[in-house]
């Protein structure tokens, strides 16, 4: 069965930066493409980045609403994402999924998603 | 950018067919993905590549895609249908999400 698991939201303040973790089990991590997503309260869904896999020489790609302040890397030996996200502001507020990215360029799997509150 | 077109909402009468559009420019030349988001969860793919059911996902759910419209349709609406439902495309290298659409089972 496939996992995502997210860990590492809370409060942070404006200007803040915070580190976001995603454990993955179930499937071979590392042939993937992983995203995030996030969704802020009330609101709908919102595509934040990607990550390729090794043969794509992990390249990653951006929303524009986020490029420049957020980073995507991944583990493969851990089978890990994650999410590192600098200069936070009040509309980062949401709650981020780890998404695994399938044939199709569908997201097929998702965490539970972990809740990011920009505040001060 | 691109933009998906969604109604805020849609209602069903219980056992009936409810249609949920996703309007785009030439969408018909996408793959589009449908999600299904219940309160409190996370979203859940419910049809890939316009009208593909990942294993697990009842026959009810069906979609299709043409020129400027997806659509999905779901047959036999039930209580336990009530949810969000999101359109979701790739263009430029960007993933694209509509609005979302509220399902109202009544």
């Known amino acids: 069965e496939v996992q995502l698991v997210e860990s590492g939201g809370g409060l942070v303040h404006p200007g803040g930066s915070l580190r976001l973790s995603c454990a993955a089990s179930g499937f071979t991590f590392s042939d993937h493409y992983m995203d995030w997503v996030r969704q802020a309260p009330g609101k709908g869904l919102e595509w934040v980045g990607r990550?390729?896999?090794?043969?794509?020489?992990?390249?990653?790609e951006y929303a524009a609403s986020v490029k420049g302040t957020f980073t995507i890397s991944r583990d493969d030996s851990k089978n890990s994402l994650y999410l590192r996200m600098n200069s936070l502001k009040s509309e980062d507020t949401a709650i981020y999924y780890c998404?695994?990215?399938?044939?199709?360029?569908?997201?097929?799997?998702w965490g539970q998603g972990t809740l990011v509150t920009v505040s001060s | 950018s691109y933009d998906l077109t969604q109604p805020l909402s849609v209602s069903v009468t219980l056992g009936q067919t409810a249609r949920i559009s996703c309007g785009g420019n030439n969408i018909g030349s996408k793959s589009v993905h449908w999600y299904q988001q219940k309160p409190g969860q996370a979203p859940v793919l419910v049809i890939y590549r316009d009208s593909i059911r990942p294993s697990g996902i009842p026959d009810k759910f069906s979609g299709s895609n043409s020129l400027n419209r997806a659509t999905l349709t779901i047959s036999g609406a039930q209580a336990g249908d009530e949810a969000d439902y999101y359109c979701q495309v790739w263009d430029s290298g960007s993933a694209v999400f509509g609005g979302g659409t509220k399902l109202t089972v009544l």
């Open positions: 990550i390729r896999n090794k043969v794509n020489s992990y390249t990653t």
């Open positions: 998404v695994r990215g399938s044939s199709g360029r569908s997201f097929d799997s």
